[in-house]
């Protein structure tokens, strides 16, 4: 499998291609990443040194690529936080690229737009286009909760509510949607929930909530989702197996009260999970 991986890079720790990169590799993907920025590490620190790139630059490497006669074997895009709508309006044509190359090509957009408790943190523009060009344009979406209520313009207070809002989001265009960190009235307070919907049906996977609030995880298990939808075809098989991985990971991390994802030295929750949690029927 080959996937082109269009996101924010950091030199120390683990978020955007940082964070997806690996894990796809450790899985037997070859992943072309191209960064929309280099940093040298995340913004969380509150300091960090590096470079925005400019969306032209997405254009020329995927050309670059494309002089090499491989579009064809692209499988999918795989898209993270885009930092402004001119780089959106770059990954978009990045994808109708690869997609004229092979009709079979797939693009997972993970909608990056904000969170609760934080609201909104992109550019203005960057919801607009996420909800008018982006998620249109996508297969697959990985949005968590305030993304799922931003993107359908619904509240999400009750699992019923959730279907309900990505019923909306599947007529905008995707047919796969992953929702991430889900606390609903039926989630109980030591627990948290992923929701995924697709043409196989709707599926829950309930964690248990573990002490941490890590840079990256979304843009793992983006990653990973995307991977075992390509992989298995199947909705349900999608969720259990990327929710396992990035719960070991998860815990192994918190167990070592480490800032950063510890994704290599936990490499082996991405083959081998040790906790599998299974996918129940909504």
């Not at 590799?25 to 590490?41: A, D």
């Not at 075992?228 to 396992?244: D, E, F, K, M, P």
Request: charge should be negative; hydrophobic fraction near 45%; charged fraction near 20%.
């Amino acid at each position: 499998m080959n996937l082109l991986s269009i996101q924010s890079h950091v030199a120390y720790g683990h978020v955007g291609n940082a964070s997806a990169v690996f894990p796809l590799q450790r899985l037997g993907v070859e992943v072309w990443p191209i960064h929309t920025v280099q940093f040298s590490n995340h913004t969380g620190y509150g300091a960090w040194r590096g470079q925005v790139f400019e969306a032209g630059a997405i254009g020329d490497l995927v050309e670059g690529i494309a002089e090499r006669g491989v579009l064809s074997r692209c499988d999918g895009v795989l898209s993270g936080y885009m930092g402004s709508a001119d780089i959106g309006a770059a990954i978009l044509d990045a994808v109708e690229r690869v997609k004229g190359a092979n009709a079979n090509a797939t693009y997972c957009c993970d909608p990056v737009i904000g969170d609760v408790g934080r609201g909104i943190f992109v550019r203005p523009g960057i919801p607009e286009f996420m909800r008018e060009r982006a998620v249109p344009a996508a297969d697959v979406i990985t949005p968590n909760q305030f993304e799922l209520e931003l993107l359908s313009g619904r509240s999400v207070a009750t699992l019923e509510e959730a279907v309900a809002a990505c019923d909306l989001l599947h007529r905008a265009g995707p047919a796969v949607i992953l929702v991430t960190s889900l606390h609903v009235r039926e989630t109980p307070p030591d627990s948290i929930d992923l929701l995924a919907s697709g043409p196989d049906g709707r599926f829950l996977v309930r964690t248990p909530r573990l002490d941490v609030a890590l840079n990256g995880a979304g843009d793992a298990i983006a990653a990973l989702f995307f991977f075992h939808v390509l992989r298995t075809g199947s909705t349900r098989a999608a969720i259990s197996a990327a929710a396992s991985s990035i719960y070991g990971v998860l815990a192994r991390t918190e167990k070592a009260q480490s800032r950063e994802l510890l994704l290599v030295e936990a490499q082996e929750e991405f083959v081998t999970p040790s906790r599998l949690f299974p996918a129940s029927v909504i």
